[in-house]
């Protein structure tokens, strides 16, 4: 029993990938909108760097899982066949292509129509990534507590939280501005309400699953406080995000990176809530 903490380099791999994959299509959009003059676009491709620097250490921290680095290509034998060896393979062809492309548009080698395709091509791959997360445990029938709507609800949901939030940041420091910009916080927003409505209902449902052995509710004995913190840290990163937008300014770029850091707190405490409700079937289970 626990708060799932032993799992941190999953918890990393996951937290950074899916905000990665939101912040990719944030700015895949303000691209693809074709209203941002030449020097404008080329300081959003220049900013997309950040993503895979995050993503490097996402799959660094994964790597990590396994006990020896050197193992990680084991993880891929499977692929087709396995959750684990797919989540692996459309991670790596999510950050190859994504990352090539990039370096191809830093080079200014790509047409405006081919960038547009590596633009809708990646951003596809990062939606297939998280789902291929989410399949992972919610493929697993012997977990129950993992094997429900709950779990690619809130993978998608760390996307659409954080995902907003750090795509802005890089927006604001390529020093682009504009109305659609006004819309992202109302995401992370919504994004938010329905994660706590996630959680209650999560919290809920704990209370009737349980093996012979074990009560899935006692596994994370503070999932009520842990979910609260969360919550809280999330709430203060949209609260440094919005203030200064309802009094008419910019957020300014150190007040944003507070931001990032404290919605990335949040959903790592989420995450690890999630690992620490790592149950299996045991000798019977009821629900």
Partial sequence: MGSGWHEWPLMIFTVFGQCVVGAFIVLALALLKGDLRPNAQQRVVTGMFALWVLMGIAFIASTLHLGSPFRAFNSLNRVGSSALSNEIASGAIFFAVGGLGWLLAMMKKLSPALRGLWLIITAVLGVVFVWMMARVYNSIDTVPTWYSVWTPMSFF???????PLLGYLLLRAADVTGWAMRLLPAVSIIALVVSVVVALMQGAELATIHSSIQQASALVPDYGSLMAWRVVLIALALVCW????LRGYQPALPLLSIAVV???AGELIGRGVFYGLHMTVGMAIAS
Avoid: E, R
């Avoid at 949901?157 to 995902?163: A, C």
């Avoid at 919005?242 to 937008?245: D, E, G, L, N, R």
């Fill in 157 to 163: 949901l760390t996307l659409f939280i954080g995902g």
């Fill in 242 to 245: 919005v203030a200064p937008q």
């Fill in 262 to 264: 404290l919605v990335i």
